[in-house]
């Protein structure tokens, strides 16, 4: 990261957090960011949605859950990786780095962590811009207007293909003609500390601005085992993000963005699950590991990571007349990362791995829909393009440490220094056509139908250093490879709904993910041996009923899925000792049912329940080596049989009219599920608790809250994996894991600041 950047960038922030502060004298009243006197929104929203959703994805009938902001707030949701404690059918594994390793997970299936040749299941999008890896959902969630997860395959609608569905993330959007500023602090039991701000600024009759930032700090989480004073993986993020509306006619609405933000943090360390401490210190006895629950790392050195996250998006909306609606949507995105981590997970100074990775990507949506009404005999249609456009390239340096010399022969050539260095970079442009069209059959029935043609253009190479190995393996110095795939996909659906109070849809699609190039060192293959680093796309066939109905005259509703996918050709990260391969594996089965109710017994009371369940196994012939063979019929990482989340919230007005006391609540149950995905019951995790409760009061435009998030104190592992080097002599395997969220215990103030006047330049 450079240092001129992240200071200038600091002090932006802070300039605009001041700035907001300082309108609290001429603010307004106004509705505090809570939208509390707007109703009542319950923990989590299910909804069976038809084919005139407005936004990505929506191509066809398909189940959504969206959260709003205030449910973001409920759940003390403060940046992407808390989303998976607010939906029972996503999980967000992550193994250390932001940009590599994270897992987004819909029902049971996402993409490998660590490889950045595999484009992701599950697509992200932010404001409808893509984000090719699923780290990039790391960031603060301040200023969001709602989140959205879409399970099953989109097909003709969706900007990117992806197998198992997509998060979108909506922002707010500057308010023509509007002020308004808001202005949230955070204090957490870890000693974090976040600022957040927001200003709105009209910039004449038809032009409005909008800028929010985030400052966020905070003490390490993970001690230290070896140097008590000492903590890791801390809190210290900041960004920025700018939006322009302008809006010329009342047919024209074009938005223009830019953001920015940049980490610097102690991340990731590793904790001990089992097994003992070697004796590398000199003394003559092992020693117990420490308990995980005292979430101690027996890393001897701190890890690092540094990120900067920078980008600029450009849509524009021109309705045509006749229903016809012209949308573009450009992106540009530049990422840079650096991680350090400890390569043996021990307190020896064996080996140390640099790590940097550069991303450009740009992307081009483009699009011509006719939108009709649920129950109008005109068809509507879709026709679009999308191209995407993106480079990247990793090195990785592989440093011996001071103690290598006392656990390698000398013959192996085992002194501390440089080892070696892998290159990599990879070259894709990717180009889809797609077209739906939305029939009217007779009132209350619908059909959809729609296809898509993608074609990839993949280049990769790897360049290899290997002047001391020691025990890493040799692979040969290098390789080049290229992949050209053409493959058309489909969906089709139908929905019917007799009135504004049910609705079902059944609905078919063939999903696609691409192909791509193994971009790591075991690309290349053994030294002296035949590899090919390319992988064939990832294919599915998604089936899935649902049904949405209100009733109670609108006091409750109830959603239903059930669906069922058979995946094929997934692409699987397999680990034959001593190596990582990326490979296409037969396939899996996944299928399941989904519940969400949700009850008003009272004007401002909520109740709500969702139940996920799934059965998703690898299909058969499926080897993950290691000695595994056929693991066909084994249940697929990170997919717990049960999720349930009960979930309440209430408001209770005060005597005064703009006092308002509310409560919030959700515990979540997830069954046992595999933190890995090698199978073996040494990686299972047993059923976890997971509480999270809110309560504060509302007065005008101002609000305080206290909140705790996994207020049990639940101690569970994200992954769980095999130390490299302390293997016990009498067979045991001594497990790492990186473990999900602490407790957290925090006070939140809220203000909502008005109007700005005195912010707008010639007033």
């Known amino acids: 990261m450079k240092k001129g950047g992240g200071m200038r960038l600091r002090r932006a922030v802070w300039i605009l957090l001041a700035a907001s502060t300082s309108l609290a004298t001429t603010a307004g009243h106004q509705a505090v960011a809570h939208d509390i006197s707007d109703g009542l929104s319950s923990p989590r929203d299910i909804l069976v949605t038809g084919p005139r959703d407005s936004g990505i994805g929506h191509d066809g009938p398909i189940s959504i859950e969206r959260l709003d902001s205030e449910t973001l707030g409920a759940l003390a949701i403060r940046d992407g990786f808390d989303l998976e404690n607010a939906s029972t059918a996503l999980r967000m594994p992550s193994s250390g780095a932001q940009v590599e390793g994270a897992s987004i997970r819909i029902r049971g299936v996402g993409s490998p962590m660590l490889q950045l040749g595999i484009d992701p299941a599950v697509a992200l999008y932010i404001d409808d811009v893509f984000r090719s890896r699923s780290g990039m959902l790391g960031g603060d969630l301040f200023d969001v207007e709602s989140v959205e997860i879409l399970k099953g395959a989109p097909v003709s609608r969706a900007a990117m293909s992806s197998t198992a569905g997509a998060v979108r993330i909506n922002t707010r959007k500057p308010q023509l003609g509007k002020h308004e500023g808001q202005i949230e602090a955070d204090w957490q039991s870890n000693g974090a500390k976040r600022l ?8 004449g009759a038809a032009v409005a601005g909008r800028i929010s930032g985030f400052r966020s700090r905070g003490n390490g989480v993970t001690g230290d085992f070896w140097h008590p004073a000492r903590r890791q993986d801390n809190l210290d993020r900041y960004g920025l993000r700018g939006q ?11 938005d223009i963005a830019g953001d920015i933000s940049l980490v610097d943090e102690s991340c990731c360390a590793s904790i001990r699950l089992n097994g003992y401490v070697p004796a590398f210190d000199g003394s003559s006895h092992d020693r117990p590991a420490p308990r995980p629950s005292w979430r101690k790392t027996l890393i001897n050195e701190l890890q690092r990571s540094t990120v900067s996250d920078r980008g600029v998006a450009i849509k524009a909306q021109i309705d045509l007349g006749r229903d016809l609606r012209l949308t573009s949507i450009s992106g540009y995105r530049n990422v840079h990362s650096r991680t350090w981590a400890e390569g043996d997970f021990t307190r020896a100074a064996i080996l140390g791995i640099d790590t940097l990775v550069d991303i450009e990507a740009l992307t081009q949506e483009l699009r011509l829909s006719r939108e009709v009404a649920a129950n109008e005999p005109r068809p509507g249609w879709t026709i679009g393009a999308f191209l995407r456009r993106e480079q990247n390239r990793r090195i990785r340096n592989y440093d011996w440490g001071a103690d290598v010399p006392a656990f390698f022969p000398p013959s192996l050539g085992a002194a501390p220094g440089r080892g070696a260095v892998d290159d990599l970079s990879q070259k894709f442009e990717s180009i889809a056509l797609f077209a739906d069209i939305d029939l009217f059959l007779v009132p209350a029935l619908r ?6 043609l993608d074609v990839d253009r993949k280049s990769g190479r790897g360049r290899f250093d290997q002047s001391v190995l020691v025990a890493l393996p040799r692979v040969n110095d290098r390789f080049d490879a290229k992949l050209r795939k053409t493959v058309p996909s489909w969906t089709a659906s139908l929905r019917y709904a007799p009135d504004d109070t ?7 699609s063939r999903g696609y993910k691409a192909g791509g190039i193994n971009m790591a060192r075991e690309g290349a293959g053994l030294a002296g041996a035949l590899t090919d680093p390319v992988f064939a796309p990832e294919t599915v066939d998604h089936l899935e009923f649902g049904l949405s109905s209100r009733f109670w005259k609108d006091r409750a509703a109830v959603s239903l899925s059930l669906f069922l996918d058979d995946y094929h050709d997934i692409q699987n990260h397999i680990f034959m000792p001593p190596m ?16 969400g109710i949700d009850v008003r017994p009272a004007a401002r ?5 969702d139940v996920t369940h799934l059965d998703a196994r690898y299909g058969w012939g499926t080897d993950l080596g290691a000695g595994g063979g056929d693991v066909g019929g084994a249940r697929l990482g990170w997919a717990p049989d049960w999720t349930v989340a009960l979930g309440g919230s209430t408001r209770i007005p005060l005597g005064r009219g703009d006092q308002t006391l509310f409560a919030d609540g959700q515990l979540m149950w997830r069954d046992s599920y595999r933190a890995a995905t090698n199978v073996s019951a040494r990686y299972e995790v047993p059923p976890t608790w997971l509480l999270t409760l809110r309560a504060g009061i509302e007065w005008g435009r101002y609000a305080i809250s ?15 994996f095999n130390n490299p080097v302390d293997q016990r002599s009498t067979g045991q395997v001594a497990l790492e894991s990186y473990p999900g969220q602490p407790r957290r215990l925090g006070l939140t103030l809220a203000a909502r600041l008005g109007p700005l006047d005195r912010l707008v330049v010639g007033r």
């Open 502 to 508: 049910i609705s079902t849809f059944l609905t078919y």
């Open 447 to 452: 059909l959809q139908a729609g296809g898509r």
């Open 605 to 609: 009371t909520a109740v709500s329940l």
């Open 196 to 203: 957040r701000a927001m200003a709105n600024l009209p910039l």
């Open 580 to 595: 990582f391969y990326v490979s296409n594996g037969p396939g899996a089965n996944v299928k399941g049912v989904e519940l």
């Open 244 to 254: 322009v509306r302008f809006a010329p006619s009342p047919t024209t609405t074009i």
């Open 706 to 720: 206290a909140w705790c998030s996994n207020c049990l104190g639940t101690v569970y592992p994200e992954v769980i």
